[in-house]
């Protein structure tokens, strides 16, 4: 590590460092910037029929409009690029507000498969504003960065056509910090083929991009009449072609015969009540309901009212803001995210790797559901807002336009539409080729399933808007908002018996070997006799919540959620309950079995896993109380950075504005110690009644935090970043002076130097091990306590920040002779033990040690939580965080717990890296400390909100 910053990174999201991945340097950036524009332009050049001087009509980044591109990289290797216009996000209202002029934002969300040639996905929004005829290009977003561009890059505007390689268009931006000048113009038109195979004139622009430090690159684009950008070319300053887009298919192309094999990958079927027969049930498989714990909770951002579905290890949820996510079982980031332009209100279809949902825009969309490319769209005249299903290459889905349709599962050609005699708002069940629904007219139809021709009608006593299930005995289960149950013969629809209740019914029946089960909005549960109908057993609820959720039949046990978030776990024969489950947060959302656990979602925006196996642990965060710092000298610093502490029955926070509070820890009141009217960044070091506290100015400061008096106060000089560690006798601390640091001990009683050693690089919170204290220098080094003598120095490693001892061992993460690494020492020699290199840029996090599993934490700044074989250096996992890491991370019971840097807090399994739980107190705010974990309480930091939360085992 050359050189180290003088202050902590990032007070605010406009302050971002250079990207530290493999994505590399100023060149990497300059070809996202080229892309950046001409995906923009590949989502909004929408032409009627000429160029119109207007930028509402040049442009069209209306959510759900969508491009995919294949994309050719430099030595062959290729990939596909989705460009998703999305709805914009409360940052991209705030980007679009710095750009100034009132601008109205606009957001593009671009997904690319094997990018540049590694195999790996890569994911980035750009955020644009705009302003009367101009579109201004203002923020890029990744994963855990955003990166502003000042000022604003013009995307477009109407210059832009009439300039020429004589008179272009030029400008200078700083974008993160690479400073930029550009250069575009309009060449001379040309003709393109578009996937249609057919050849149309194209207009051509180009784009120079010079930064002041690194290569210049040049990027030229195609853009069709009506459709938008067709090709693009990069190229670096020898006139190579480095990376090359060629359009697909697009929302504003008819719907095309696309080269599926090299999109879609092979996949499972995943379908809302769990198959197309829409059973319910999987009455073969085994559970114990009774055992049945929330093992997973990832709190999203998001409203669920639709079912999630399952295949290939991804949870599909759709949101109420029109978003599909794929999500990884136990992770925390999306594997890939797809925006419709209207609400999503029920599950998706999975079948042969595509998936398949209905939007309130009246579209039914198709995606490759390994990575979220768009494949094809078809519209109708009204909302979609059932379900839909597929089989034998066909998909199926009704609408509110009354009408069911059944289209060729790849293209989304129209084979055959059925109109009703009302609007359908039932999902479809198929089976024994014949299509059934339901209709608000009380109506049950059935169809065939290749020609859509209609087979029977049946009447029940009231509409039908829950999904029938077919039954393995040939029966159609279905029920109505009236009060009836029918079992209807699907091959004639005669009625073969029905059940009246007192409640009506808005969920569907679950099919299992002899019973078929419905629960009604009265909050009862049944079970009857599919061979007569006789009732079997009735359970009814004590809080007699609706149940608008459908019952899922697992085994022997029958799981009903009601709409106030209970689950309960009922015996299927017998109706006897074996477990209630309080989830959290409003549920209509049906629960789907994935073979080894059920899902859920709430309102709330919950993704809920629930297991029952003998290791499965479950952990709820319940808000307890908080307290909002709020007052006097903090407000000069909107960040907090050191982790609070625990004082007997307070709890110690100190904001960087440095007035330090103590609350107390069952209420949550508020007093403050003293104001030290000086910046705090550094976690205090407790002992008694004391506070050992450090400054950005250099103080080190004891503090009594009962009186709110300092007993002394030392100034070594320098920046205290990282928290003093203390013993008996000594307070000891690392102080950072540009690229210089020093560690300084200082006597506990008065405050006076004993000794300080220096350093010309490394920086983290000193660690004690028996008679050393051990520290980051040019290399991890040894100092004895009382004279500050090296005692041992190991291999070169320059650590910031992250640095701990456990057992007899030294945890080490910084940059050695290969770059980044991370190491294990012995504590009393400093030899190595193992070294991992190239993995991660592991900085401010310190590791944490689970003895039970024997696993080493580490974070990265990238986002990444490691776990090493502390014996051995092993890699056992990594999990991902949607932002950056930069607080500790703490361990208790085998459970991690650390905070992002967007202020949500995990609760990861230490020995498997299974997310638990996670707590998301509001919108992202910049968050850097650790959170303080007790027996029966987690504090965590939101901002500068701290929250108190219970913690309690599910």
């Known amino acids: 590590m050359d050189a180290l910053p003088d202050a902590p990174t990032r007070p605010n999201p406009a302050l971002r460092r250079t990207r530290e991945s493999w994505r590399g340097p100023s060149a990497i950036v300059i070809s996202l910037l080229g892309l950046a524009a001409c995906v923009c332009l590949a989502a909004a050049l929408s032409l009627a029929g000429r160029w119109p001087t207007e930028l509402d009509r040049y442009f069209a980044l209306d959510p759900g409009d969508t491009s995919v591109f294949r994309v050719t990289y430099a030595g062959g290797s290729q990939g596909l690029l989705t460009a998703n216009a999305v709805h914009p996000s409360a940052a991209s209202v705030s980007y679009a507000t710095l750009a100034g002029d009132q601008g109205r934002p606009a957001q593009v969300h671009s997904h690319y498969t094997n990018w540049q040639g590694t195999g790996q996905a890569y994911v980035r929004d750009d955020h644009y504003s705009v302003s009367g005829d101009h579109l201004l290009l203002v923020a890029q977003e990744e994963l855990i960065e955003t990166y502003l561009f000042d000022p604003p890059v013009p995307a477009w505007s109407p210059q832009l056509l009439v300039a020429t390689a004589g008179t272009p268009i030029e400008g200078r931006t700083r974008f993160g910090e690479v400073d930029l000048r550009y250069t575009s113009w309009r060449a001379p038109d040309e003709t393109v083929r578009l996937p249609d195979g057919r050849t149309y004139p194209a207009v051509r622009l180009e784009v120079d991009w010079r930064p002041t430090a690194g290569p210049p690159s040049h990027s030229t684009a195609w853009y069709v009449t009506g459709v938008g950008l067709v090709q693009m070319e990069e190229h670096n300053s020898a006139g190579e072609i480095g990376q090359r887009l060629e359009l697909l298919t697009s929302t504003r192309l008819p719907a095309a015969e696309l080269p599926l094999a090299s999109m879609v990958s092979a996949s499972t079927e995943a379908f809302f009540r769990e198959d197309p027969r829409r059973s319910g049930a999987h009455p073969n498989a085994s559970l114990e309901g009774s055992r049945l714990t929330v093992a ?61 949902f209905g939007a309130a825009d009246k579209y039914l969309y198709a995606l490759d559901s390994a990575q979220g490319q768009y494949l094809w769209r078809y519209r109708i005249n009204d909302n979609i807002a059932t379900a839909p299903v597929a089989a034998e290459n066909l998909v199926y889905f009704g609408g509110e336009d009354r009408t069911l349709y059944a289209l060729q599962a790849s293209t989304g050609v129209e084979r055959w539409r059925f109109t009703a005699a009302s609007r359908l708002v039932s999902a479809p069940a198929v089976a024994d080729g014949r299509v059934v629904i339901g209709g608000g007219d009380g109506v049950l139809y059935a169809v065939e399933a290749e020609s859509g021709e209609l087979i029977w009608r049946a009447a029940l006593d009231g509409p039908v808007e829950a999904a029938p299930a077919i039954g393995p005995d040939g029966a159609v289960y279905a029920v109505s908002t009236g009060t009836e149950l029918a079992a209807v013969d699907l091959l004639s629809g005669e009625i073969l018996w029905s059940a009246v209740s007192r409640f009506g019914y808005s969920a569907s029946p679950a099919v299992g070997i002899d019973h078929v089960f419905v629960a009604d909005v009265g909050g009862r549960v049944r079970a009857y006799t599919r061979s007569d109908g006789r009732l079997a057993w009735d359970w009814q609820s004590i809080t007699e919540d609706p149940f608008a959720a459908s019952p899922l039949l697992v085994g022997n046990s029958l799981l009903a959620v009601d709409t106030g978030g209970r689950l309960y776990a009922l015996e299927a024969s017998t109706g006897l309950l074996e477990a209630e489950i309080v989830l959290g947060g409003n549920v209509t959302a049906s629960p789907y079995w994935t073979g080894e656990a059920v899902l859920l979602t709430t309102h709330s925006g919950d993704i809920l896993a629930l297991l029952a196996g003998p290791d499965a642990r479950g952990i709820r965060l319940t808000p307890a109380w908080q307290y909002t710092l709020d007052a006097g000298a903090e407000l000069s610093e909107a960040t907090v950075y050191a982790s609070p502490v625990q004082m007997g029955d307070e709890i110690i926070v100190a904001p960087r504005g440095g007035v330090v509070r103590a609350l107390d820890t069952s209420s949550g009141a508020s007093r403050i110690i003293t104001d030290l009217y000086a910046g705090v960044l550094a976690t205090p070091a407790v002992k008694g009644r004391m506070l050992y506290l450090g400054t950005e100015q250099g103080a080190v400061i004891a503090l009594d935090a009962v009186a709110g008096t ?183 019971n085998g459970v991690a717990f650390f905070t992002g840097r967007s202020g949500l807090l995990y609760a990861v399994a230490a020995a498997s890296g299974r997310l638990i739980s996670s707590f998301r107190a509001g919108a992202d705010l910049e968050t850097y400390a650790a959170p303080l974990v007790t027996s029966d309480r987690v504090y965590s930091l939101h901002g500068l909100t701290l929250h108190a939360l219970d913690l309690e085992g599910d």
Not at 859 to 884: C, D, I, K, M
């Open 710 to 892: 300092a007993k002394w106060e030392t100034q070594v000089g320098g920046l205290i970043r990282f928290g003093p560690a203390v013993d008996d006798q000594t307070v000891y601390v690392h102080t950072l002076t540009g690229s210089q640091s020093s560690v300084h001990a200082l006597d506990l009683a008065t405050g006076a130097e004993a000794w300080s050693a220096p350093f010309t690089t490394g920086y983290s919170s000193p660690a004690l091990f028996e008679d050393l204290v051990i520290v980051s220098g040019e290399a991890i080094t040894a100092l004895d306590r009382r004279t500050g003598a090296q005692v041992w120095r190991g291999a070169p490693l320059a650590a910031f920040g992250t640095l701990a001892v456990h057992g007899d061992a030294v945890y080490a993460g910084g940059t050695g002779r290969e770059g980044f690494v991370f190491a294990a020492l012995d504590a009393r020699t400093g030899k190595t033990r193992w070294t991992r290199s190239g993995a991660a840029n592991f900085i401010f996090g310190r590791p944490a040690y689970d003895p039970a599993s024997g696993t080493v934490l580490v974070p990265a700044s990238l986002g990444q939580l490691w776990a090493f074989a502390a014996e051995t250096g092993e890699v056992r996992w990594q999990f991902q965080a949607e932002s950056g890491l930069e607080s500790d991370v703490v361990v208790q």
């Open 296 to 356: 997973y909770r990832l709190q999203t951002d998001a409203a669920y009212t639709a079912s999630a579905v399952f295949a290939n290890g991804l949870i599909y949820v759709a949101d109420q803001s029109g978003r599909m996510t794929a999500q990884a079982l136990f992770q925390s980031v999306p594997r890939w995210q797809f925006e419709a332009g209207g609400p999503i209100a029920a599950a998706a279809a999975v079948d042969n790797g595509i998936l398949y």
